[in-house]
């Protein structure tokens, strides 16, 4: 079986070329999730399932949000494979989803279940906010080190502080939403004037934020727990910070596309990320729908337990309903410090 990846320069997947709807036989997978994971997981599922041929396109969350919804009436892929539940769930009222009640879905985690009527959706595992620390740059610089979201708006950091934009980023997104949820409205946006002062850009990737940290590039970034340990683990001179107040956390889910036209291999793949799928996960996520299938980390033994301990009440519904709104005057606000698309 053949695989078809396409990246650009920057080392994501690009959109593949097409100007109908997949072909019976094919299973076209869409997907926002982190990219080396994203084929990571496809290679595994193919080895496992070598008699479907698979094609892949990847976009940040925002750019994929937007792609689907362009195609919402004649919509192009099969499956849609780790995408923000904020995401899925305003997708759902627009009846873009075939439902499909997949086999495990009694094992896991029942925050993972799409409750509303039929099930449309499942999640896989989740993710969370955090902040990447450049131990090195902040010796040089004579910071001192934060310990919670309120200590990055100390004018101390004016300029030093990466971020990702939660217009085309998940992670982005996840940390505004949070921040209003757990300050209230009004104080969130004072919250965040004061922080843009100490923003030096916002990036349309979760994960960048972190490796401009780890690179020296900007000491502290805005990210996510698992690019952060998996920079740590790679020798550079960084430490991953769980704010004081909590962190915002968003579910990665899978569905199936209405419209489909390879229905029963559909299937199997979400049947996959519920079985195997999910030991494979727990190899690289620290917040999973079956959390007995964790693999350890000697390296970090109280890494899982500090991040769950720190995850808010998350309102899904509320977010979904809300994003537009919330995006549309972060931009009108703070846009003008994002860094160019490329």
Not at 124 to 141: D, M, R, S
Not at 234 to 255: D, L, R
Not at 303 to 309: G, L, Q, S, T
Request: proline fraction near 5%; charge should be positive.
């Amino acid at each position: 079986m053949k695989f078809n990846y396409r990246k650009l320069a920057v080392g994501i997947f690009t959109s593949l070329m097409l100007t109908s709807a997949a072909n019976a036989g094919d299973l076209l997978v869409y997907s926002s999730t982190d990219a080396d994971n994203l084929k990571y997981y496809m290679d595994n599922f193919q080895k496992d399932n070598p008699d479907i041929k698979v094609k892949v396109v990847r976009e940040s969350t925002g750019t994929m949000a937007a792609k689907m919804m362009a195609e919402k009436d004649n919509p192009q892929a099969d499956v849609l494979f780790e995408m923000a539940a904020t995401v899925a769930l305003k997708m759902e009222t627009q009846g873009m989803f075939h439902p499909y009640t997949p086999k495990g879905m009694d094992k896991i985690d029942q925050r993972y279940v799409d409750k509303e009527g039929e099930v449309n959706w499942v999640g896989n595992y989740g993710w969370a906010g955090c902040i990447c620390w450049n131990t090195i740059e902040a010796k040089k610089l004579g910071l001192p080190k934060p310990k919670s979201w309120a200590d990055l708006t100390n004018p101390i950091y004016k300029g030093l502080i990466s971020m990702p934009n939660p217009n085309s980023s998940g992670t982005g997104f996840l940390d505004v939403s949070s921040w209003i949820q757990v300050m209230g409205e009004d104080a969130a946006w004072t919250y965040m004037d004061a922080l843009h002062k100490n923003v030096g850009v916002y990036t349309h990737s979760g994960s960048k934020p972190c490796k401009q940290s780890g690179s020296g590039e900007f000491p502290i970034g805005i990210s996510w727990p698992g690019r952060a340990i998996k920079i740590i683990k790679a020798g550079a001179p960084m430490e991953m910070i769980i704010p004081e107040e909590g962190i915002g956390w968003e579910m990665q889910v899978v569905a199936i596309m209405k419209g489909t036209k390879n229905l029963e291999d559909s299937k199997r793949l979400i049947d996959w990320t519920l079985g195997r799928g999910m030991e494979l996960f727990g190899e690289r996520q620290s917040i999973i729908a079956d959390t007995s299938k964790i693999t350890p980390d000697p390296k970090l033994p109280n890494f899982f337990k500090e991040v769950n301990a720190k995850l808010i009440d998350n309102k899904f519904a509320w977010a979904a309903a809300n994003k537009d709104r919330i995006v549309k005057k972060w931009k009108k606000r703070y846009d003008g410090k994002t860094e160019p698309k490329k």
